[in-house]
Nanobody, 131 residues
Framework: QLRLVESGGGLVQPGGSLRLSCAASGFTLDRHTIGWFRQAPGKTREGVSCISSFGDRINYIDSVKGRFTISRDNAKNTVYLQMNSLKPEDTTVYYC????????????????????????WGQGTQVTVSS
């Protein structure tokens, strides 16, 4: 059974850090482009960052550049999103997603990810930045 499980969310003060994990089972993550997304209530899902299937390309939306870092640990079949200097506006549910599970198409990650490019999703983890 294929699964993506996010973890690492929580409550943190402004300026603090969190590391989100996206662990896969049933398939090998490093063969897929992986995206991190976030969605606030009543808003569309926003692509935050992506890492290409061989990890040679990484991209971020402008609002998180210099603060967030995406990485892979292939031995653990896990992708991470290190989030530093967190701001209240980063508060929302964060999702990871894998591309090419059904479509066989891997986005090249030459720009921030788009929701339609990814066909397998985790359940999300809540991040709350508040004092």
């Amino acid at each position: 059974q294929l699964r993506l499980v996010e973890s690492g969310g929580g409550l943190v003060q402004p300026g603090g850090s969190l590391r989100l994990s996206c662990a896969a089972s049933g398939f090998t993550l490093d063969r897929h482009t992986i995206g991190w997304f976030r969605q606030a209530p009543g808003k569309t899902r926003e692509g935050v960052s992506c890492i290409s299937s061989f990890g040679d390309r990484i991209n971020y939306i402008d609002s998180v550049k210099g603060r967030f870092t995406i990485s892979r640990d292939n031995a653990k079949n896990t992708v991470y999103l290190q989030m530093n200097s967190l701001k209240p506006e980063d508060t929302t549910v964060y999702y990871c997603a894998a591309a090419g599970i059904d479509s066989g198409i891997q986005p090249m990650c030459i720009r921030p990810p788009k929701e339609y490019e990814f066909d397998f999703w985790g359940q999300g983890t809540q991040v709350t930045v508040s004092s």
